[in-house]
């Protein structure tokens, strides 16, 4: 009988970990801070409808790319691990509900600076981000897993690696529950364009210091 060999593979090179995650946590970062400079000017008063719509396009525009990428991780990362059928549907309706959210985001954010019900347009948007950073956030968590896993880096290296992922897992969650809550709250009528200003603020802020995060750490592993 054949030994069962371990359902994840070292690789001798880690550029498989390294360009992946700095490619996509650097998206994250660039989209999430001009949300942040956006929510920010709408809070302050200038323009506030107007920010609030390119707002929900910038993250919109982030999740969408970050989506995209995170389809290439995968890809990527199953040529080096051996996965059964439940897990590829798990990695793909989590990257799939960052797609679409990303897309309705930009459809949403579209109608708002146009005028169309845009309160009502622009809550419903970060209803949407909110479940969609919820639904992503665990797979999201699983493929960095892989991706250290996978690379050629000390166990020490990675298990600060993995403190990091986790953070971030959990600041993601976080933010999403209380995405919905300001969604939720906007929708009836309580302080909506403030609300979701913050919405779109706090989601932009967990883009940005997530991806600066991981990024960060996943250079201190190649360069230590």
């Known amino acids: 009988?054949?030994?069962c060999k371990n359902t994840t593979e070292k690789v001798s090179n880690p550029i498989l970990v390294f360009e992946a995650t700095i490619g996509r946590s650097a998206a994250a970062a660039s989209g999430g801070a001009a949300a942040i400079v956006l929510a920010i000017l709408g809070l302050a008063g200038i323009y506030p409808m107007f920010m609030?719509?390119?707002a929900t396009l910038?993250?919109?525009?982030?999740f969408l790319f970050k989506g995209a990428a995170a389809v290439a991780d995968f890809a990527k990362a199953l040529k080096h691990t051996r996965t059964g059928n439940l897990q590829e549907i798990e990695f793909g309706g989590g990257m799939s509900a960052e797609i679409l959210a990303g897309g309705a985001g930009i459809v949403l954010?579209?109608?708002t600076l146009l005028s169309v019900v845009p309160l009502a347009l622009s809550a419903c948007a970060l209803l949407v981000f909110?479940?969609?950073l919820l639904m992503s956030?665990?797979?999201t968590h699983r493929l960095n897993q892989v991706k250290i896993a996978t690379s050629s880096a000390d166990d020490t290296a990675q298990r600060i690696a993995e403190e990091a992922t986790a953070a971030a897992n959990g600041a993601q969650v976080l933010t999403a529950i209380g995405a919905v809550v300001f969604g939720i709250?906007?929708?009836?009528g309580l302080a909506p364009v403030t609300l979701t200003l913050i919405g779109l603020l706090s989601i932009g802020a967990v883009t940005t210091l997530t991806g600066s995060?991981?990024?960060a750490k996943m250079v201190h592993m190649f360069n230590a």
């Open 213 to 215: 995060a991981i990024g």
């Open 137 to 139: 956030s665990g797979v």
């Open 130 to 132: 909110g479940g969609g």
């Open 109 to 111: 954010g579209i109608l």
């Open 58 to 62: 910038a993250i919109g525009v982030t």
């Open 1 to 3: 009988m054949k030994e």
């Open 185 to 188: 709250l906007s929708l009836v």
């Open 52 to 54: 609030l719509a390119v």
